[in-house]
């Protein structure tokens, strides 16, 4: 699978990514996506780069083990040959291979990892209303530093897409994010995010800085 890695940012299923896509390699690629039987999947894999590296010859030693799919949903082209494109979140993968010859751009073997397991009893659910209650905390401690209203977060009831966008939506580290992308289970990823929402929303209420403008706290739900 065609890799595009990224520096600070991960990519969750469900989650809408657009790019702007410049560099010639990955402008090949898109157009290879581009140029596929319309029945034919236009994915490409995000893959994290490790924190103080750089896209560039080392870059297949460089990333995370684990990444997920992007589905190609809108192009649009610049007349100079740039593309600005819309992909949404698919299935996560391990990263088994990486080919760094055969392309301009960089290609994965990928071992793809199975969605989460339905949990048993109401454990999720439970885990699930409490990072919604905690992540609109989070959103209003984040409002009042700039004494706006906060925004309403529209949260999805199904725990495991709930986990996700939370996961996207929440200014954490690249570490922060890349764990919760690998977490084994839905209810460890939750918990994960109960952890993470709750220092997150103290560090906001005592420190009154968050390092993004509020209006970057969205939640971007799948395209239809």
């Known amino acids: 699978m065609p890799l595009f890695p990224l520096g600070h940012t991960v990519l969750f299923p469900g989650v809408v990514l657009p790019l702007h896509v410049f560099e010639e390699r990955y402008r090949e690629l898109i157009r290879t996506l581009v140029e596929q039987p319309e029945a ?20 297949a030693e460089a990333l995370h083990g684990v990444g997920c799919a992007a589905e190609l949903r809108r192009v649009s082209r610049h007349l100079d040959g740039r593309y600005d494109i819309v992909t ?63 925004p309403a977060p529209e949260l999805p ?9 939370v996961a996207s939506a929440a200014v954490l580290s690249l570490d922060d994010r890349q764990g919760l992308l690998e977490a084994a289970s839905l209810q460890e990823r939750l918990r994960a995010e109960l952890r993470l929402l709750k220092r997150e929303t103290t560090m906001v209420r005592r420190l009154r800085a968050l390092p993004v403008p509020i209006n970057e706290l969205q939640v971007r739900q799948s395209l239809s």
């Open 40 to 59: 034919s999947p236009r994915r490409f894999g995000v893959v994290a780069i490790r924190q103080g590296w750089e896209v560039g010859e080392d870059a």
């Open 88 to 150: 949404v979140g698919a299935d996560r993968f391990r990263l088994l291979e990486v080919d760094r010859s055969s392309r301009p751009y960089l290609v994965g073997s990928v071992q793809w990892l199975p969605a989460d397991p339905q949990p048993a009893g109401r454990t999720a659910d439970t885990l699930a209303a409490s990072v919604g209650v905690l992540f609109g905390e989070y959103v209003a401690a984040a409002a009042a530093l700039q004494a706006r209203p906060a």
């Open 157 to 165: 009831a199904e725990p495991a897409e709930l986990s996700y966008l």
